[in-house]
Each structure stands twice: as C-alpha cells, then as structure tokens.
C-alpha cells in the first residue's frame, strides 16, 4: 500500500512539472496562450509607470537575473555575489526624479528587498536559505516592475512545486524555463504567467 501511494505522489510530481511541456507543443501552433497576460494590467494602482529617462530598474534587473541565473546554476557563491550587487544597486538608485507616493512605493519594495538580498548575500553556503530569500525578493521585483515599468522583455514565470506545493513566482529573461528554485533536480519545472 506504502508503494503505490508513494508512486502516485510521485506521479503527482512529474505530471505538474511536466504540464507545461503539453502547452508548449500546443503554443507552437497557436498564438500567445491567455494565461500569460501583459503587466499594463497589473499597474492599476496610485503609482503610474516612470518614463525611463526619468528613472530606470536597469541595472537592479541586471544583478536580479544574475542571482536568478545562479540560482539555476545550483551556484550558491554567485549567488551571494550577486545579492551583495543587488544591495548596492538598490542603494545607489538615484529617486530624485519620482514623486512623493513613487518615492514611498519606492522606499517599500526597496528595503524589503534589501533585507533578502542581504540573506542571499550572507549565506553563500546555505542554497537552500538563499532560495527562501529569493522568493520573497522576487515577489519584490514583480511589485517594482509593475509600478516602474522596465526597458527590457521580461517573464514571470511559476513553479507549483516550491513551497511545499504553494508555488513561487521568478522574473526571468527568457521565455524557456529554468528553475531557480531546484536548480538541475527540476530545472524545467514550471510554466511563463505573465509578460513584461
């Protein structure tokens, strides 16, 4: 009996991950799936977009996706290397230009942010606690993206699997997935919900 509830579980598993192979088949003859919806929506709050003259994430998405990337590479050293960018950036980013309520909104994301990028930064040798960190954090990306916009095509991509089956949220550059959160165990895991 053990054996064959152990089997479906692991069935369960595989089936998940592997769903979005099924789309992809089906997304090569159809157009764009409406699952995967553009973030002009998702800004419908008091904080409207910045024009990137004006103010620019470029270079906090830069060091977000090469903590992203390592991550995915099962690369806890890099990782932390690029937390302690990522901190810098946040940091240095010059607010000037926004509005009180940007500046507020700002000021929100950043220093939540800030405290899991310095988690990911501080243990280069606990992958696991940085993939904690990092869930929280790109919950944060998302939230900054949606309210400042961004200069580049990005995707928010969702694994079912992590969190004990609650699944966690990535920005990636990519449209093909790669699982920052169990790296080369299940690196395809997962499917792309929105893009940027």
């Given at each position: 009996m053990k054996n064959v509830f152990l089997y479906a579980i692991a069935t369960s598993?595989?089936?998940?991950?592997?769903?979005?192979?099924?789309?992809?088949?089906?997304s090569s003859t159809k157009p764009e799936s409406a699952s995967i919806s553009k973030a002009g929506s998702d800004t419908a709050n008091s904080t409207s977009?910045?024009?990137?003259?004006?103010?620019?994430?470029?270079e906090i998405m830069?060091?977000?996706?090469k903590l992203?990337?390592?991550?995915?590479?099962?690369?806890?050293?890099?990782?932390?290397?690029?937390?302690?960018?990522l901190v810098a950036g946040f940091t240095k980013l010059e607010t000037n230009s926004l509005s009180t309520d940007q500046k507020k909104k700002f000021t929100e994301i950043s220093e939540d942010a800030k405290e899991h990028a310095e988690h990911i930064a501080a243990n280069a040798g606990n992958i696991q606690h940085q993939r904690e960190h990092f869930a929280t954090?790109?919950?944060d990306v998302n939230d900054l993206i949606s309210t400042f916009g961004t200069e580049q095509k990005l995707y928010q991509d969702f694994c079912p699997m992590y969190n004990?089956?609650?699944?966690?949220?990535?920005?990636?550059?990519t449209k093909e997935i790669k699982n920052p959160y169990y790296g080369s165990k299940m690196l395809t895991c997962g499917a792309v919900k929105k893009e940027f």
């Open positions: 598993v595989f089936i998940a991950c592997n769903s979005r192979g099924d789309a992809d088949n089906e977009a910045i024009t990137s003259s004006d103010f620019s994430i470029t830069s060091d977000y996706l992203k990337n390592a991550l995915t590479n099962d690369n806890a050293k890099s990782a932390s290397e690029a937390g302690n960018a954090l790109s919950k004990d089956g609650k699944g966690a949220i990535w920005i990636s550059e």
